[in-house]
């Protein structure tokens, strides 16, 4: 046929691949789950996973996180306090009794021992105010990190 392309430019082709490889081998690796909604702080939550290499996937329920689990390596798990409390309970308990035992990270709005309390009753590792969250993130994220210091070490 006159009008259609005969196919598909083969750099076009392996670039495709290659990106699909690329994604293969992120999520292959240990990442981060994230359990928020809220659309803007996501985002922060997600660029700071990309900064430091760490693949994080944001999901807004505990069935999102168990599938996640399900599907490989997690390191940490962060719980939104200000979701609903039976998604947030939902998700903690789903994080905290999976097999692979990630860390549950649970973060709230403002100092609010209830909800502390709440998070770390259901099986949070730790809960802290977003405020703290934000400021340890890196850290938090830093343990899911491929171990390019292990690498570098090793060399010198």
Same mark, same amino acid.
């Given at each position: 046929?006159?009008g259609?392309p005969?196919?598909?430019?083969?750099?076009?082709?392996?670039?495709?691949?290659s990106l699909?490889?690329?994604?293969?081998?992120?999520?292959?690796?240990?990442?981060?789950v994230?359990?928020?909604r809220?659309?803007?702080f #996501?985002?922060?939550v997600?660029?700071?996973?990309k900064?430091?290499?760490?693949?994080?996937?944001?999901?807004?329920?505990?069935?999102?996180?168990?599938e996640?689990?399900?599907?490989?390596?997690?390191?940490v798990?962060?719980?939104?306090?200000?979701?609903?409390?039976?998604?947030?309970?939902?998700?903690?308990?789903?994080a905290?009794r999976?097999?692979?035992?990630p860390?549950?990270?649970?973060?709230?709005?403002?100092?609010?021992?209830?909800?502390?309390? #709440?998070?770390?009753?259901?099986?949070a590792?730790?809960?802290?105010?977003?405020?703290?969250?934000?400021?340890e993130?890196p850290?938090l994220?830093?343990?899911?990190a491929?171990?390019?210091?292990?690498?570098?070490?090793?060399?010198?």
């Amino acid at each position: 046929m006159a009008g259609e392309p005969k196919s598909l430019d083969r750099p076009v082709l392996r670039h495709y691949y290659s990106l699909v490889r690329y994604e293969e081998e992120q999520f292959a690796m240990p990442c981060a789950v994230a359990v928020i909604r809220d659309l803007m702080f #996501a985002t922060r939550v997600n660029g700071a996973g990309k900064d430091l290499g760490v693949p994080v996937q944001i999901v807004s329920t505990s069935e999102g996180v168990a599938e996640k689990l399900d599907a490989g390596p997690v390191g940490v798990v962060l719980v939104d306090m200000n979701l609903p409390p039976d998604d947030v309970r939902g998700a903690i308990e789903v994080a905290a009794r999976h097999a692979s035992r990630p860390k549950v990270v649970a973060f709230y709005s403002h100092v609010d021992t209830a909800l502390r309390d #709440a998070a770390l009753g259901a099986g949070a590792t730790e809960a802290m105010p977003r405020s703290r969250f934000v400021v340890e993130l890196p850290r938090l994220l830093r343990a899911c990190a491929p171990a390019e210091s292990d690498s570098n070490a090793a060399r010198s």
